[in-house]
């Protein structure tokens, strides 16, 4: 002591940082703790866990500050604290739900905690052991044994968490591995080295002061959002310094091995090693091919992907989605929608021909690049289709070669240096097209992402474009059939002219002389012309679905004029009369009735009668076309009456009942069928009344009103 001070010489600096040390170590465990307690999410399965092992951990650091981190007492605090985070560990895998699948489970914690539990057998052991060697590697092994399994756990819980729970083990298993992971050094090192690290050591209680500030943090209910993500540059030094040192320290172990054989041997063999492992280092560090391996497989496992998926699927499908009169067309669209991921400026698409030659289908900003009519050979499209294969442009120029398709890249797109990819569109192994990208405005290669990425998004515009297509087909499908049904409807109706024309012609031989079949005949001749002048104004109303305005009709009027067109052809006649005023079109009626009393007419016997029965009942009325033929089957009536080109009779097109019941059901009514083979048959016409029609009119608009009002 010199002037009143005392002097604090080097040596005794070291007590006491490691006083600070465990003494920080006590106060951040203790304020990790009170937050855990006031601000930690309740609902969190780990708080109570991570409450005792932050109490614990600030009485363990307390005692090792106050009486020394060897004592008894400072070793049973610290095994509270490892008891209290295996605790923790099992509370964990209990809130996955994995307590009862993974059965190994149980066993291994049950076996961690007695392995614990045998620190205080060995620290209660009395003087032979204390103190002495035995008691000392006893401890130091327990402890790695204690790490290495809690490690295990860590490993085993985070890899097989469900990713609900994953932001929840984030911090937590951080700070638990943490802790675990320096006990395992610390004590390896003590092992190894007969002794305790004493900086190593001092360090523990800080380093787990900081680990319990992590767990609070981690419990937190809105939880820290600091993300590590560090770029590329620095993670491909940092890996390249980790190889270079795992290579020199194995080199240093190889050799130090060697000169355990003593003798000129060993120093050749350590020559020769030394020598083997440059050249072999020389040759596989320069390599591109090991660079790119480890460039990739970096990238693949230690950052997040260079594209943001979410914000490019959502664009993709705007720019699909974004149709309309006057926009760009599918074709445009599926090349912008591809171009945009790579950030090309420019696309074409090419699409095969019959001859699954590729041709230019659609161009998105590229005016000036010229394109023959052939794009490219049937080879390249079988290349494409069969591997595929996105092509990079810059290694078929190069002549690098996978599958054969740098002889099959076309000259036009080798002296094309914008044109930069090809990607293929697969849909169902079938090639629907092909997209070509220009380079994108900032140079570079494209690697595994880009290829899974373009890929998928080739096959998903691969399906827009095939439902378009076949869309397009379904459409001309259906305009085909259109006009089929047009044909069939005026041949059908041509057929009952030219059927009832020629009864008239063969009675016309027999009767010719008699003046009320000469009146009859030009009567039906009259007819026949109107029909015929009918019909043609008919064609565009077919297959419209719908019929000209609806007006009263008179069954009564409307039935005599259809048995007055037969009349002189075949006998038919009203055998009910009850007047009855329906709601409907008069033509389409009319020619609705026409094709069922031809019918009836080619199913019954040539004087056989066919009858017309006019009817009212309730709110309908009815007009019944009832013949004596042969009849029909129920399975017939069921299946096959009224499907279109479906025909009982010999020759015929099967369109009369059809287009009947589709005429009727324009006009709010229906056709109910009776038939039995070898009877005959009845068709009932039934529409509603036209009092009825005005009534519900009526009504409905006296309702409006008050509808508006409530």
């Not at 209990?94 to 007695?114: E, Q």
């Not at 659609?362 to 050979?377: F, I, K, S």
């Not at 075949?570 to 005023?581: I, Q």
């Amino acid at each position: 002591m010199a002037g009143g001070r005392a002097v604090i010489w080097p040596g005794s600096l070291v007590p006491l940082a490691g006083f600070l040390a465990w003494l920080a170590g006590a106060v951040l465990s203790a304020g990790a703790m009170l937050w855990i307690w006031r601000n930690g999410e309740r609902a969190r399965p780990d708080r109570t866990g991570l409450l005792a092992a932050s109490g614990a951990s600030a009485v363990w650091c307390a005692l090792a500050a106050a009486i020394g981190p060897e004592h008894g007492a400072t070793a049973l605090a610290g095994m509270v604290r490892n008891l209290a985070l295996i605790a923790t560990i099992f509370s964990l895998f209990a809130a996955d739900g994995r307590t009862a699948s993974l059965k190994p489970v149980r066993p291994v914690i049950v076996a961690l905690v007695l392995v614990q539990l045998l620190q205080a057998v060995v620290l209660l052991a009395g003087s032979p052991l204390e103190g002495g060697r035995a008691a000392f590697e006893a401890r130091v092994l327990i402890d790695m044994l204690v790490a290495i399994g809690a490690l295990m756990l860590l490993h085993n819980l985070y890899a097989g968490a469900a990713s609900a729970l994953r932001p929840v083990l984030r911090w937590t298993g951080v700070a638990l591995a943490g802790i675990f992971a320096y006990d395992l050094n610390l004590h390896t090192l003590a092992y190894l080295g007969g002794e305790t690290p004493r900086a190593l050591a001092d360090l523990r209680g800080v380093f787990a002061g900081t680990m319990a500030v992590i767990f609070a943090l981690g419990v937190n209910a809105a939880g820290p959002r600091v993300q590590f993500s560090p770029s590329r540059a620095v993670t491909f030094r940092t890996l390249s310094l980790l190889l270079i040192g795992g290579y020199l320290a194995g080199m240093a172990l190889v050799a130090k091995a060697l000169a355990l054989l003593g003798g000129d041997v060993a120093r050749a063999g350590q020559v020769v090693f030394v020598v083997a492992a440059i050249v072999a280092a020389g040759a596989a560090l320069p390599s591109p091919r090991m660079r790119a391996w480890l460039r990739v497989t970096a990238t693949k496992h230690l950052f997040q992907h260079r594209y943001d998926y979410r914000q490019e699927w959502m664009r993709f499908t705007r720019t699909i989605g974004r149709g309309g009169t006057g926009g760009a067309s599918l074709e445009e669209r599926v090349v912008k929608a591809l171009a945009d991921i790579t950030e090309s400026p420019a696309g074409l698409l090419l699409m095969p021909n019959e001859q699954a030659q590729l041709e230019l289908t659609a161009r998105w900003n590229w005016p000036t690049l010229a394109v023959p009519a052939v794009a490219g050979d049937f080879a390249l499209s079988a290349l494409l289709e069969q591997h595929n294969l996105i092509l990079a442009l810059d290694e078929a120029r190069a002549g690098i070669d996978h599958h054969g398709e740098a002889r099959e890249v076309p000259a036009w797109l080798r002296d094309a240096d914008d044109a930069w990819a090809m990607v293929p569109l697969i849909h169902f192994d079938r090639l629907v097209g092909v997209i070509v990208l220009a380079r994108p405005r900032s140079p570079r290669h494209l690697d595994w992402e880009d290829f899974d990425l373009l890929r998928v998004a080739g096959q998903q515009l691969a399906s827009y474009l095939s439902e378009q297509a076949g869309q397009q087909a379904l459409m001309d499908a259906s305009r085909f059939d259109e006009f089929n049904r047009r044909m069939a409807f005026v041949m059908h109706d041509i057929k009952n002219l030219v059927s009832q024309l020629s009864l008239l012609a063969a009675n016309a031989e027999k009767h010719a002389d008699n003046p009320a079949f000469r009146a009859d005949m030009l009567v039906t001749l009259r007819n026949s012309a109107d029909k015929l002048s009918a019909l043609l104004a008919r064609l565009g109303r077919y297959g419209a679905g719908q019929v000209a305005e609806l007006a009263p009709i008179d069954l009564i009027d409307l039935a005599r004029g259809v048995a007055g067109r037969f009349a002189g052809v075949h006998p038919v006649a009203l055998s009910r009369e009850a007047p009855v005023r329906v709601m409907g079109n008069r033509e389409a009626l009319e020619q609705a009735l026409i094709h069922l009393v031809q019918n009836a007419i080619d199913a019954s016997e040539p004087q056989s009668p066919v009858f017309l029965d006019v009817t009212g009942e309730g709110l309908h009325g009815t007009i019944e076309v009832v013949d004596a033929g042969k009849g029909m089957s129920p399975e017939f009536v069921r299946t096959g009456l009224f499907k279109p080109f479906v025909s009982s009779k010999h020759g015929g097109f099967g369109i009369g009942a059809f287009e009947a019941r589709e005429l009727v059901k324009a006009m709010g009514g229906r056709i109910a069928v009776e038939s039995r083979e070898g009877l005959g048959t009845r068709f009932a016409v039934v529409l509603p009344l036209a009092e009825a029609v005005r009534l519900l009119d009526a009504g409905a608009q006296g309702h409006q009103p008050v509808q508006e009002a409530m």
